[in-house]
């Protein structure tokens, strides 16, 4: 995975509120997303871009607008103001053709959990219009890769925490898609589990795919991505190849000083055993 | 620790008043509405046990009879609406270092702060207003019915607490919400079973002797029984047997002390077991990739198929799409009995005897409302994904083909069921003349409701069991928008299929063959209409109707 952080380090993208060229297109563009529930504002003024072949780590405290963000560019929450862009074409007005384009793994949704693994794999690959023989076949190779061949047929309402993410994944990548934007992958997943799902995720970036994941764990990010963004509030504090957002220090350190520590606490100095 | 869990009661019961100010004007309508209720019928209680003196005898029998219905009926109901007032999980307690013995009378008096235990409360005071005569008895009441309403909440903590220890697998849930719904079923073709009975028992004097008599009969087997024996005290004391009011309170004092003991045992278990057991089954078969594989399914007809396919696994493994079935027959059961019940009422001259049009109406409208029921069914199926819907959303399927895969799994189990019941209903109660224009009307209701319901429910998401829960659990807000959804859409698909309707009443019998074409034809063009509609309007507002989808779920959630 090293080799993909180094080589990704040249091709910083620019922040800068520009309209997205059709020359160097980037794979998502986010142009002033902004959305409110009632009053509170969940996401203001948002410009990121992702660029093509980049495995871009999404992250922020809880609440930030990570997962509203991630719903707006991927044509499931509608935004209030700005636009987004995927392979230039504009998300809202053209749903069909960017939604054939995207892999979603949403997080704390739930799944068609009364149908076994195998048959959900079937219903997404069929819900996307592939040929059946085609949707046999990868949802095969699929529960092979993700280790749940022996769970195929149990429903997944039985399934563990892990293993139901493992099948959400699983739909998300059935139809060979050319970016995806994944809620949380590495939550209440086995470290096995873990490693399995990050080759997954690197092999189809090494040929030229696009991940956007979002995380609560700096290290993981720190690890497997090129590049970064920090969200706190619904705005966007730093953007950019991982290196550069970590400015010398460790992510979580750098996260921490941009996002701002907890409120000052005293010294708790009855909490020892007693 | 009594104080601390009432008082966390009251809080959690406050916090979730205050988190919608529709809810709370529910909650006052409910009742407001309940009190007047209640309230109407203990005064009518009261006078007529004042209005008879030298009725005391029968005044203490129906006391506790009724009481025993009530305590059982709190014993029996969290049976089948499990996962009902959970509240004060026991297993919520777990982390804290407390034992059965300590939570047990804190839990037990904390339904007193729940809505139905304080009607439950209101109506136990009420056994004791027959007796505002008589200081004596009265005050016997009261106590006895501050003993009755700690013997319901006891029996209902005892027995939802021991269930929820056996019903730990998903399994095992799913298998009580389906008998729950059988339950309820029988219980209420069983009412009106049992109302005609005492119609026909109470027609002669010598009949109302017998029922006087079943009375004393149950309520003396009753009052020895943890259900009857609180509400034995009030007859005993009407009736002047102190002797046997002292056995009786006795009795009953045991009964709650073994409860409450009990209740103890089963909390310590539940404390510790707080695990959840996986049942896993098995499925045979890919159900999506047999049905979708057929040939001629192709192109934009697949993922139709897939989402049929999907809904009828569902309407098997779900026991929330089960419930649906005695909802669509329950209507038909009862009007057509009753309707066919009506010629053999006891007639002594043949004016006096209930005229065919009333007979044959009540039938037709039975097997009416059941089409227009099933067809409605359909309204509820997106709540039923609840957020699962979201895969529907991502992978772009159209509105059309979410429509129209819902349409045909329905129709594969609903148009079976209105095909039978529309042949066999006439051809019971002996005119099979009928059989044509009840098919013909009850195809135009059932594809008019289709059609309608397949546009309402891409406009109105409204709260329902969500998945993994019982079938018959109530949600706040539910009777409201649902009644409103349902109201609406049954008003103008019945409204719409009006014209057929009137049509085949007065056809003759080769008009009703031309009545059932035009029904399967212009029934057909609505639900066409309505998958197109509808389908149009799901495209437009599928983020909308997801964020409705979390609110709902995640309201429960929390």
């Known amino acids: 995975m090293c080799d993909i952080l180094s080589s990704m380090d040249n091709d910083a993208p620019d922040v800068v509120a520009t309209m997205p060229d059709n020359v160097s297109q980037p794979m998502i563009s986010m142009r002033g997303l902004t959305k409110f529930f009632g009053r509170m504002c969940a996401v203001n003024q948002l410009n990121l871009d992702i660029p093509r072949g980049s495995m871009y780590g999404f992250v922020g405290p809880n609440g930030a607008g990570k997962t509203t963000t991630l719903s707006m560019a991927t044509g499931m929450l509608k935004p209030d103001a700005g636009q987004v862009w995927v392979t230039g074409i504009d998300v809202w007005q053209n749903l069909t053709a960017v939604k054939a384009r995207i892999g979603v793994l949403p997080d704390r949704l739930r799944l068609f959990d009364r149908l076994s693994g195998q048959e959900l794999l079937t219903y997404t690959g069929l819900l996307r219009g592939m040929d059946k023989t085609t949707v046999a076949q990868r949802s095969g190779d699929l529960l092979t890769a993700l280790g749940l061949a022996d769970d195929a047929r149990k429903a997944v309402a039985d399934y563990s925490a892990g293993m139901t993410k493992k099948i959400a994944l699983a739909c998300a990548v059935i139809h060979a898609p050319d970016v995806l934007v994944l809620d949380e992958p590495f939550e209440a997943i086995d470290p096995v589990s873990a490693r399995t799902i990050a080759d997954i995720l690197g092999g189809f970036v090494r040929d030229g795919g696009t991940v956007i994941l979002s995380s609560h764990v700096m290290d993981t990010v720190q690890r497997l991505c090129d590049h970064v963004a920090i969200i706190a509030h619904g705005s966007l504090l730093a953007a950019g190849p991982v290196k550069d957002v970590a400015a010398g220090m460790d992510l979580e350190s750098r996260f921490i000083q941009l996002v701002g520590g907890g409120p000052e606490h005293g010294e708790l100095t009855w909490l020892r055993p007693s | ?558």
């Open chain 2, 1 to 558: 620790m009594v104080a601390t869990l009432l008082s966390l009661k009251l809080h959690l019961a406050v916090a979730d008043l205050k988190r919608s100010t529709v809810r709370l004007v529910l909650w006052i309508v409910i009742a407001v509405n309940v009190l007047f209720a209640v309230g109407l019928s203990l005064v009518g209680l009261a006078a007529a046990s004042l209005a008879v003196p030298g009725h005391e005898a029968q005044a203490g029998w129906i006391t506790v009879v009724c009481g025993t219905i009530l305590v059982a009926g709190w014993t029996l109901l969290p049976l089948i609406f499990f996962g009902f007032d959970q509240t004060l999980d026991p297993a919520r307690f777990a982390p804290f270092p407390l034992t059965g013995a300590k939570l047990a009378p804190g839990l037990i008096l904390a339904g007193l702060l729940g809505l139905p235990g304080l009607f439950t409360a209101v109506v136990c005071l009420g056994a004791a207003l027959p007796w505002l005569g008589n200081p004596l008895v009265l005050a016997v009441g009261l106590v006895a019915s501050v003993l009755g309403f700690l013997m319901t909440q006891v029996c209902a903590r005892v027995a939802s607490t021991a269930l929820s220890g056996m019903l730990s697998s998903r399994k095992a849930k799913d298998m009580m919400g389906v008998i729950g719904l059988v339950v309820i079923l029988v219980l209420s073709l069983a009412g009106s079973g049992i109302s005609m009975i005492i119609g026909f028992l109470t027609s002669s004097s010598s009949r109302l002797a017998n029922i006087w008599q079943i009375i004393e009969d149950v309520s003396a087997v009753a009052s020895w029984t943890p259900f009857g024996a609180p509400w034995a005290l009030i007859a005993d004391a009407g009736s002047g047997q102190w002797l046997l009011l002292v056995a009786h309170l006795g009795l009953t004092c045991a009964y709650l002390g073994v409860g409450l003991w009990a209740y103890g045992i089963i909390l310590n278990h539940a404390l510790v077991a707080g695990t959840i057991a996986r049942s896993s089954s098995v499925v045979t078969k890919d159900s999506i990739a047999r049905l979708a594989g057929l040939t001629w399914v192709r192109g934009k007809l697949v993922p139709v198929a897939a989402i049929a396919a999907r809904c009828l696994r569902y309407w098997r493994r779900d026991p929330r799409y089960l419930g649906q079935i005695p909802a669509m027959l329950f209507m038909p059961i009862v009007f057509c009995g009753m309707g066919w019940g009506f010629q053999f009422l006891p007639t002594s001259s043949p004016e006096e005897a209930v005229p065919a049009i009333l007979v044959n109406g009540m039938i037709a409208f039975g097997l009416g409302f059941m089409a227009l029921m099933a067809g409605y069914t359909i309204s509820a199926d997106i709540a039923y994904d609840s957020t699962a819907w979201w895969i529907h959303l991502a992978t772009g399927v159209k509105g059309w083909q979410d429509r129209l895969g819902r349409v045909a799994a329905l129709s594969m189990i609903a148009v079976p069921i209105i095909i039978i019941v529309g042949i066999a209903v006439p051809w019971l109660i002996g005119s099979p003349s009928k059989i044509v224009p009840s098919l013909a009307a009850m195809v135009i209701l059932y594809l008019s409701a289709l059609g309608v319901s397949s546009i309402a429910s891409a406009l109105v998401i409204y709260p329902i069991a969500l998945p993994g829960e019982s079938p018959l659990k109530m949600k706040t807000g539910m009777m409201g928008s649902q009644a409103l959804s349902q109201m609406g859409s049954m008003t103008v698909a019945g409204l719409l299929a009006l014209p057929i309707c009137i049509w085949v009443i007065f056809a003759t019998s080769w008009q009703a063959w031309l009545a059932l074409g035009a029904a399967i034809v212009v029934g057909g063009a609505m639900v066409v209409a309505g998958v197109i509609l509808g389908g149009k309007i799901m495209d437009s507002r599928g983020p909308t109707i997801l964020q409705s989808l979390k609110k709902n779920d995640s309201s429960e959630r929390s």
